[in-house]
């Protein structure tokens, strides 16, 4: 037998949700053909059978939450026919009948849902963190897992059971609506969020209750990246074959800014802060299903149109969902640009563990004071939301002062300075 199990996802995605399974047990299988899709907080990504057989088992049902390295089901190696497969495992004849026997893995006896795993057996990744945030221990809740372990939803619902208690600890249980006036009721539609759409909810939430968060503003006069573009938009296409757009010069501007700031480029690791002398910048896309960030790695060796390339093909497969999830992880800052949407302000959520992302926005002419004269410019609200555990408050004000300064003066970008 031959294990399927859940792929490494990247160093911060630790689990996954099934979202359909592909193949049903008893059939026959390729090697390298889907097998079971699973959804991450980002992507979703199909995994491949690891070789060509027959699939015996499936231990992750739909809608499940497991983590990396756990085991999906089980693959019956060899191409030898699925009808003797299907006699070992017990899977029904499709012409005599509907129900599955039980197997002879089934006939032994399955921890009860109140089991516990062995003691050599750590809890998932997601359980540990569950944990460690709301201060309940794991220990409190029933494992309805495979062998009697504790599943994410387990350590939610002990969560939950604990808050309602009358001492209260960890996260609040969730609040449920007051119902509706029936003549409104029957006005309203109610749709069930999508595993996705849940995962993205509760990591925002995770970074807001993780980070000490705190946002700064500045603005910044685009007269002179405006006019650079326009003078050399027509040369440039034509020499790179991609459009000049702004987002090339804010990536190298805060490039040059983290250079000189490092907290806003590091993370919290425990009790250790990782200081990354390298610069993976994720730039926020937008699409039907929720907001995706590639990243752009190594934008500090990029010139300013291997950066715009790169963005452009992101944003291109991003629209159509043909992003790899490694090509989403590793981001040490992230840009976010509202201002396609027409944002004037806002103040951007961490991209977890980072501790920084620029939040851009809409190009406004405004009128402002240059040189003792009022003129009308065409300004830009820029946010620097922070972890202030890591990035005091002169850091964050002295990094977006640079990314204005690099911005309103785009030799500085060219040269360097």
Same mark, same amino acid.
């Given at each position: 037998m031959t294990d399927i199990r859940v792929?490494?996802?990247?160093?911060?995605?630790? %689990? @996954?949700? =099934?979202? !359909?399974?592909?193949?049903?047990?008893?059939?026959?299988?390729?090697v390298d053909e889907p097998l079971v899709e699973l959804e991450t907080d980002k992507v979703t990504i199909e995994v491949p059978a690891p070789a060509a057989g027959v699939l015996? %088992?499936? /231990? /992750? !049902?739909?809608?499940?939450? &497991? @983590?990396?390295?756990? =085991?999906?089901?089980?693959l019956k190696e060899g191409a030898g026919g699925a009808k003797a497969a299907a006699t070992a495992t017990g899977a029904p004849d499709k012409k005599t009948s509907t129900t599955q026997p039980i197997n002879a893995a089934q006939e032994t006896p399955k921890p009860r849902a109140q089991d516990k795993p062995e003691a050599s057996t750590p809890p998932a990744p997601s359980v540990r963190k569950l944990s460690a945030e709301s201060g309940v221990d794991s220990s409190a809740a029933s494992g309805t897992g495979k062998d009697g372990r504790v599943t994410k939803g387990d350590m939610m619902a002990a969560i939950e059971r604990a808050a309602s208690a009358p001492i209260p600890v960890g996260q609040p249980s969730a609040q449920m609506r007051a119902p509706s006036p029936a003549d409104d009721a029957s006005r309203e539609e109610r749709v069930k969020m999508t595993r996705l759409r849940q995962t993205i909810a509760r990591r925002? !939430?995770? +970074?807001? $209750?993780?980070? /000490?968060?705190?946002?700064?503003? $500045?603005? &910044?006069?685009?007269? +002179? &990246?405006?006019?650079?573009? $326009?003078?050399?938009k027509d040369l440039f296409e034509k020499k790179h074959g991609v459009k000049l757009g702004f987002m090339g010069f804010f &990536?190298?501007?805060?490039?040059? +800014?983290?250079? %000189? =700031?490092?907290a806003v480029n590091a993370e919290i690791d425990g009790t250790d802060l990782i200081y990354k002398n390298y610069y993976h910048v994720g730039v926020a896309v937008g699409t039907e299903k929720g907001l995706v960030v590639p990243v752009v790695r190594d934008c500090d060796h990029k010139s300013l149109a291997d950066i715009e390339k790169t963005i452009t093909e992101y944003g291109k497969r991003a629209r159509d969902g043909q992003l790899k999830i490694e090509e989403m992880q590793g981001g040490t800052f992230t840009i976010s640009n509202g201002g396609v949407y027409g944002s004037l302000m806002s103040t951007p959520i961490l991209n977890a563990p980072q501790s920084g992302i620029l939040g851009m926005h809409k190009i406004q002419e405004r009128p402002v004071v240059v040189a003792g004269k009022v003129e009308i410019r065409p300004m830009m609200y820029l946010a620097l939301s922070y972890d202030h555990r890591i990035v005091d408050g002169r850091e964050a004000v002295i990094f977006l002062v640079r990314v204005k300064d690099n911005l309103e003066d785009p030799a500085r970008i060219v040269l360097d300075l």
């Open positions: 792929p490494t996802l990247g160093e911060s995605v630790t %689990e @996954a949700t =099934i979202g !359909k399974w592909f193949k049903k047990p008893g059939d026959a299988v390729a015996s %088992e499936i /231990a /992750a !049902k739909d809608g499940e939450t &497991v @983590a990396v390295g756990a =085991i999906l089901g089980q925002l !939430k995770d +970074a807001q $209750n993780t980070a /000490a968060m705190l946002t700064t503003f $500045n603005e &910044v006069d685009m007269t +002179a &990246v405006m006019h650079m573009r $326009n003078q050399y &990536v190298r501007a805060c490039v040059q +800014a983290l250079k %000189e =700031i490092p």
